[in-house]
């Protein structure tokens, strides 16, 4: 029986050739099984004209930072197959060996390679779809100086290092920090689609059992803090995820360590769960579980799946030779599916009615109606806040509580416009107060009855000319941006110059710090206010403000500054 496999010629490593093997003596390590064996003569062949003689006797292959990897497609790149070790540690070097199938990786420490070998001995890791195979190598150290191609290697090495431990909590060596915390904070930036407490459960309990999630929103972003029953699971969860993008090109993962080391979840609703306690109540107000998802849940760990391998969410754990990082789910308009990338996250879809899917659960209602909170009753108009929340979404009905003027219901076209009204807008200052936007529990905004008093208080707009993103494919859904103090103009006709569109801005109370036109299009232009507030309020003031010629101004906010 004739086999190759590797051995080392002083401190350097070599695939050995014409090796004769016994009948393998095998022995057990750490969930890893490891055969020894005898070499009788050994060709060096590293650049392809070299070699050398060597004789010895091969030991049995124990725990070592040095990996050897079998079965590893040709075509696999530098950084694919050091994004396998990334998870748990830093990797410092590697040899790949693409004639032969077969690759080492050197782990920062032996507790790293450790830990490598007992993960994937259990979920064996896909690279492009293929599965490799991952034990201890005899090697203690890679020497690989004088070898070819080790510059494309030693940048690859930098790179993926960089990215992913540059800013992790994890020691020198890429191992885990003691008493490193089991708790994530997770910001969702460009949340251009719904993000539930759902979603981050389906994604995060992919690295292990999640034991509590908490979900909110501070400084105008979605947030949560999501506790692991182990840090290890944090640590290989934060290293994978942050910075990936839950859908396509939008709801940007930002993963970091909390300085909490545990969670004291009060209520099991929409926006925190604890899933080891599902007697929680649902708490005043809060739509309570769904009896299907409370089963879906019911234990801890019972629908969370082992982390698949770090090639089981794509080529290279957000490294890829060349575009974007990976996304975990693909991102649609809603009422298309969403279909989820192999090995990350099971079938999710969203139709238009606002219901959202996951695999394996019943259907979870998802609403379109906003709670507005502590609005000034003095200010406040159904009209007011049509403008302003149709920045974000068409608004079908607006209704100010009789008995609470302070408060109000917004019924928005569908979830998604919700959600995305509600992450941009919670927190803004309008009327010179601090609103609070939420979900609200109702499904629909009632409309009053005949001759029941309602003083003006309930508007219906789901036919108004005014609704931003009516038409399929609009490029308003591409220039859709948090408040700021410089807005977008647009529909300007020819005849009007920048001095009368700051006189209207000034004359109507507004500091103009700034204006341009934009130089390719003088039908639209930028002006910088004084304050986010100020620009929030000309914004309701003056949207389809009559500038004569049947041109009515559009203002939205801007990204840029002038």
């Known amino acids: 029986m004739r086999e190759n496999i590797f051995c080392v010629v002083g401190a350097r490593v070599i695939p050995e050739a014409l090796v004769t093997t016994p009948k393998p003596i095998s022995f057990t390590l750490p969930s890893v099984h ?42 696999v790149s530098e950084a694919e197959l ?15 060996l693409k004639g032969k199938n077969q690759a080492f990786i050197e782990m920062a420490s032996e507790e790293a390679a450790i830990t490598m070998v007992n993960y994937y001995t259990t979920a064996t890791p896909h690279v492009r779809n293929q599965p490799v195979y991952i034990q201890y190598s005899n090697h203690r150290e890679l020497k690989t100086d004088n070898l070819p191609n080790q510059g494309r290697v030693q940048a690859a090495l930098q790179a993926v290092n960089a990215v992913t431990l540059g800013g992790s909590a994890s020691g020198g060596d890429g191992t885990l920090m003691p008493g490193q915390s089991p708790v994530l904070r997770i910001i969702v930036e460009n949340l251009f689609y719904p993000v539930s407490l759902e979603v981050l459960h389906q994604i995060f309990s992919k690295f292990g059992t999640v034991l509590k999630i908490i979900t909110f929103t501070k400084n105008n972003q979605f947030q949560a803090l999501l506790q692991y029953a182990d840090p ?68 801890p760990g019972i629908i969370s799946s082992p982390y698949a391998g770090a090639a089981g969410f794509g080529p290279a754990i957000g490294f890829p030779q060349a575009g974007p990082p990976f996304d975990l789910l693909s991102c649609v308009p809603p009422g298309l599916s969403m279909h989820t990338m192999t090995g990350a996250l ?35 108009s159904p009209h007011v806040l049509f403008i302003l929340f149709g920045v974000y979404g068409d608004v079908h009905r607006v209704k100010i509580l009789f008995n609470k003027k302070e408060n109000a219901l917004i019924q928005m076209a569908d979830a998604t416009q919700a959600q995305l009204a509600m992450s941009h807008l919670n927190g803004q200052r309008l009327h010179s107060k601090v609103i609070r936007v939420t979900i609200s529990k109702h499904q ?28 399929p494919g609009s490029k308003n859904f ?24 700051k006189e209207l801005f000034a004359g109507t109370g507004y500091t103009v710090k700034a204006f341009k036109f934009f130089q390719k299009d003088r039908k639209m232009a930028l002006i910088q206010l004084g304050s986010v507030e100020e620009a929030i309020q000309a914004l309701i003031d003056l949207h389809n403000h009559d500038l004569g010629e049947n041109h009515h101004l559009r203002v939205s906010f801007s990204k840029s500054t002038i």
């Open 346 to 380: 099971g079938p999710l879809a969203m139709p238009g009615s606002g219901r959202m899917t996951l695999h394996g659960m019943a259907p979870i209602a998802v609403h379109a109606v906003l709670l507005v909170s502590n609005l000034n009753p003095d200010s406040i």
């Open 478 to 501: 591409q220039n859709i941006f948090p408040p700021s103090a410089t807005l977008h103009l647009s529909n300007i006709p020819p005849s009007i110059t920048d001095d009368i569109l």
């Open 444 to 471: 629909t905004v009632q409309l009053p009855r005949e001759g029941q008093e309602d003083q003006g208080l309930t508007k219906d707009f789901s036919g108004s000319p005014l609704h931003r993103f009516k038409k």
């Open 232 to 299: 290890m699971n944090a640590h290989h969860a934060k290293v994978t995820l942050d910075g990936q993008n839950i859908y396509n090109a939008c709801c940007t993962l930002r993963v970091e360590f909390s300085k909490l080391t545990s969670l004291n979840v009060k209520y099991n609703n929409d926006k925190s769960r604890d899933f080891t306690r599902l007697d929680l109540p649902s708490g005043d107000g809060q739509p309570t579980m769904d009896p299907a998802l409370t089963a879906a849940f019911g234990a």
């Open 82 to 96: 050091i994004s396998l070790g990334v998870p748990f540690g830093r990797v410092t070097n590697l040899l790949m």
């Open 34 to 75: 490891c055969p020894s064996y005898t070499v009788s003569s050994v060709q060096w062949m590293a650049n392809g004209n070299d070699s050398r003689q060597f004789k010895g006797d091969r030991s049995p292959c124990g725990p070592s930072r040095v990996l050897h990897v079998r079965k590893v497609p040709i075509e």
